[in-house]
């Protein structure tokens, strides 16, 4: 006779802790086939307010904290996330109907995307920022600083692989995240996030909200605590990203439209290597000035 | 007890497993070499710690051999990613075996273990991360089109720091591609040697390291083979020289990091504390050895005196012995023939008229040491205001103005870092246009970090080390060359 | 060793404007002069705060250095809910701290709220070595007249205590008013008659390391006998740096006046290694003379029973624990 399973409850990840959602809610997860995967927690917009509470709570020391440090913090992400990795295959693999093969492929990919992010660390300074050689006696440096709180739309497909790339250049560069995961597949998701837990990432750096995105995005795009959004995941939903964009209008929020065919949104290909943009993205510039003179 | 003394504080040799003799490190394996052999000492009790290997031109040519191959088949195909998890790896086993590599460069060099402990052992494993991350970003550092490897880089690094040197030389020539033959100075072989093990651990694909140990023969036999295709050299200016000098109208290049006479200028209204501070911290740390060493402390003249009295009761504080011991913080002088030249340049600076003070501490029987050394009354024309001295030795001249201050800081052939000290902004930045050195430290000194670019005008040396600067002499860019 | 006492006989204001080489004593000659201090790098600073932080202190020198940093602490209490029983409580564990071993030294002193004096005096008697320091004026925020902050002084004097430890006021001296601050402090001192005075200047409040340094002149100028970093009510209390700086002070004040001025750091000091750290750093600083709890003291509650731990642990060759150390009052610090 085979061993009875202890069966897994997954909640959301806030502030460091994980609660189950303020609504009480769940919502069933199925795999690719349809069958039955688990209960996730079904956020709210509680949740999201809760959550980018933490992630401003969280956002000065980890962007303060010195490159070195981040990037140390980081790759020792991937190192964790490379000891599970066997349990991210077979939940990816579960999630997105994928064979063993492309499913370790994609974790794969991922664990290296989170690599080569963690490396750009104590990087992106040097060729984002520089001295401006201005027409008088002035030091004149400009350097790129966080811009503070992202809220975030995973994308719907790629349970791991986009989540990551959407994530880590988000929080490399010492912003604070707030990511709403895929809808329907979102337990990849929230063993990345135990992953966090486990890697001296500080308590609400990066906060996780399982569930329907349409219900807290639109909460998110208009709250005026967070400085960026991140629409990614926007594609494979019902929710206009014209309509989040237009509410983030309110605050002059930095917005990160999702890839477009046209003018409607659609998943984008992870496997490209990525550009310095979706750090840039995240990103202020400021520049400083101070004479020089005996 | 009646007044505070701290008892012996050692740290413990035991976390360190010395064997009686060590080989080459070829091809990923440690091999015997076909050359004589030499004893590495402690300079704290001269007590012998292991026999070396004396790497013959043959041994050279093997090593440069199996660089060039691993080169070719291995790590030229490999893609960046790749080689930058390597580089990873070794850096985390050096977070790993830190407190192993702290004693054993402790024991090997002289120098204190909580300068091997704190700085230079964790700075080594930053270096290996920072460039880890580089090595599949190329294309954005700026670099030029299309940047790519030498292929086999010869390196050949001094005594003072030898960890830190080793990681400053490989870590930028691994993650551009390069393949390296690498000769530690003939007295610091010892974490060279314990640094391939890190390499075996790594399962970096053998041929990629090679570390060759032997004394000057050696090093010429590197900097000769036809077979090596970039030369990096830090030690002293003569030996820059003549690495110049041989690599002319060959295709090989260079980069060198030689000797400086660092000016270290104190203004009137510098925070007095914490410049005190910058001064010990500027040639006295490391024992002096250090060529980027405050070791000309340019003071303004009205505030001479008080400088000179702060630093002078400062320097009592000063714990002169032990290495291995936690408290000790100037430790001993590499070896005898340093202990000689640093005598020597000391008795000239009295023959030459400035006066001499030192702390009068005691000194322990056996080994090398110098007592921590001010010189006042010192003229930009005495012999201690021009040549590196590279011991625990601070020469102290005065100027009036910022202009006098920049004109005596910039009049000598070196060109390596210089100290400002001052509470005023604009001046800091006006003074940092003026001074013609590669590192400028304001109101700090002997800050590294391996974002940093490091590296010296004039005589000093060319090119740098670290940052994103530190590659390009790593790379080629562009159409063929 | 000690400095000649400072001649009372000549006032402050007096001796102020001779050290100035003022005829008149102004707000700004007084801002001129402080302004004038050579200014403070705070990373060079923290950096040699650090630095002090990694001296190893083992063996022989670690139970020297315990037992020096038990003498040196003012065991506090400075709770709204103080009662006689408290103030006993602490008298008695002062007098006694270790009674596993009588040999423990004695704390320097305790340091209670005036209204708490006769309690103290009563519980120590006359010759047990612990001194009775007083807070008053207006502890902790400083902000009342000085009618009452004087009488505040009187009271505690008049009942007995051997020092007095007072705030200055933060509010004039962030504005700028160092007139009004050094005359408060000449006033309080005159008050305290032969009870030493204590010059609070709440550190976490100033901010500033160059704040810290001219804060610590101008306490040494208006006649404190020790400056004293802060009232233990504030976060950040007692740091490292901010006492390097203080050590600095009293060293360079040696050098210009020849009169020594003690040093007390209060409030965060919780463990041993901290308090050694401490230690090292006025050793290393300002000099042996203030290894001595008449010129350095730890303004300290929970410090005392780590100390006890770490000197038992020394003593049994074992580690100890909470059960093992007496605890009067369990400390919410």
Known sequence: MSRVEVKKTYKLYIGGAFPRSESGRSYEVSDAKGRFLANAAKGSRKDARDAVVAARKAQPGWGRATAYNRGQVLYRVAEVMESRKGQF?????????????RATAAVDAAIDRWVWYAGWSDKYAQVLGGLNPVAGPYFNISAPDATGVVAALAPQESSLLGLVSVLAPIVVSGNTAVVLSSKDRPIPAITLAEALATSDVPGGVINLITGDPAEAAPWLATHRDVNAIDLTGVAGTDLAWGDLERAAADNLKRVRRPALDGLSAIEEDWSVTPTLGRIESFLETKTVWHPKGR | MSTFEYAPAPESRAVVNLQPSYGLFINGEFVEGTGSSFKTISPATEEVLAEISEASPADVDLAVKAARTAYTRVWSRMSGADRGKYLYRIARILQERAREFAVLETLDNGKPIKESRDVDVPIAAAHFFYHAGWADKLEYAALGPNPRPHGVVGQVIPWNFPMLMLAWKIAPALATGNTVVLKPAETTPLTALLF???CQQADLPPGVVNIVTGAGTTGQAIVDHPGVDKIAFTGSTGVGKAIARAIAGTPKKATLELGGKAANIIFDDAPIDQAVEGIINGIFFNQGHVCCAGSRLLVQESIA???????????QTLRVGDPLDKNTDVGAINSGAQLARITELVAAGVAEGAERWDTGCPLPE???????????GVSQTHRIAQEEIFGPVVSMLTFRTPQEAVAKANNTPYGLSAGIWTEKGSRILWMADQLRAGVIWANTFNRFDPTSPFGGYKESGYGREGGRHGLSAYVVTGGPQ | MSSPAPDTAVDATTRARDLLGVSRLTNSALTAWLHGLPGVDQVGCDG???????????????KWAIDLAISMIDLTTLEGADTPGKVRGLCAKALTPDVSDLATPRTAAVCVYGDMVATAREALGTDSGVKIAAVATAFPSGRASMDVKLADTREAVDAGADEIDMVIDRGAFLMGDYLTVFHQIADIKRACGDARLKVIMETGELVTYDNVRRASWLSMLAGGDFIKTSTGKVSPAATLPVTVIMLEAVRDWLTLTGEMIGVKPAGGIRTSKDAIKFLVAVHEVAGEEWLDNQWFRFGASSLLNDLLLQRQRMRIGAYSGADYITDDAPSLY
Request: proline fraction near 4%; hydrophobic fraction near 40%.
């Open chain 2, 196 to 198: 391939a093990e890190v």
């Open chain 3, 48 to 62: 040699r705060a650090a630095a002090l932080g990694t001296r190893s202190i083992k063996n022989e020198s670690k």
């Open chain 2, 366 to 376: 056996k080994g090398f040491w110098f007592r921590p050394t001010v010189f006042t």
């Open chain 2, 305 to 315: 005196e008080e400088v000179e009295a702060r630093l002078k009761r400062r320097l």
């Open chain 1, 89 to 101: 295959v077979e939940e990816v693999r579960a999630a997105e109907g994928l064979t063993p093969t």
